[in-house]
């Protein structure tokens, strides 16, 4: 009999005690559940530098992530569009902190100085994050849109399927600002009835719709919970692009991208991006 006071059980007899399954012949295991023969066997360094294990599985541990960050999106923009706002919300604050993960996950990356990063870098030959598709259905799903952007993926059907679908569909923000009309605050007819596939123009009657929800939160709180919401999402992806751009200039500094940009000058231009821009000058004049 095992009380507080008696010498630690060896692991061997803990495991039987336990009555753990150790015989998968016949059912299935962690392993065939998650299907990790082919997550794990699908590292495959092309250069002989040790270091490209790192870079590998940092770019498809992000890729997995955002698997995940655009399944909740999705289910998150329809919920909105469907005025189901608890699930939304729920929705949304999991992909601000799959985002807030992605920002910590730079540290590993960090870890890479230019001299490995050079080992590996002929090896890459044009391949960027740049070409992620499912980056760029992220991106479409928050309303920054750009036709040049879906040229990467003319080449695979499939993929550029996606891609077109996400350019086409009204974003989370398109989606926002239908429900504040259908609320019946004041959102212009061009905010609510447009081609989804041109980028997003900011209004003043926008954020005129925007302060009455702000102004009188105890009337509004779930619309105020939104913006709230946007907020932490546009907040958690602008820290991601910053250490990305830092990330690469401490890497390769100011040498073009694999992808053909100028490198670090294209992506501090990203950091200009407002993906919900009357949620943030709202505050100016709150
Ligand atoms: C040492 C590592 C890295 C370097 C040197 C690097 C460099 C770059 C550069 C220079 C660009 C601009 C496009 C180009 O010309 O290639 C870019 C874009 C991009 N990278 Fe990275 N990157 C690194 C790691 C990562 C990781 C781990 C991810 C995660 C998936 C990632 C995702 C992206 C995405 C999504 C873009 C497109 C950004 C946009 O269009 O706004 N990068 N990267």
Known sequence: MMNTHSKPQAPEDIVRD????????KSMSYGDYLQLDAILGAQKPLSPDHNEMLFIIQHQTSELWMKLMLHELRAAIANVANDELGGAFKML???????EQLVHAWDVLATMTPPEYSAIRPYLANSSGFQSAQYRCIEFALGNKNAAMLKPHAHRPDLLAQVQAAYQAPSL???AL???ARRGLAVPASHTQRDWTQSYVE????????????RDPKKYWDLYQLGEELT???DAFRLWRFRHVTTVERVIGFKRGTGG??????LRKMLDVVLFPEIWKLRTDL
């Open 18 to 25: 336990e009555k753990a399954q150790l015989d998968f012949s």
């Open 93 to 99: 604050a999991r992909v601000s902190r799959i985002m």
């Open 173 to 175: 923000y398109d989606e």
């Open 178 to 180: 239908r429900l504040l």
């Open 203 to 214: 209004s003043d009657e926008v954020e005129q719709a925007w302060l009455v929800v702000y």
């Open 232 to 234: 932490d999402l546009e």
């Open 261 to 266: 940009t100028g490198g670090v000058s294209y």
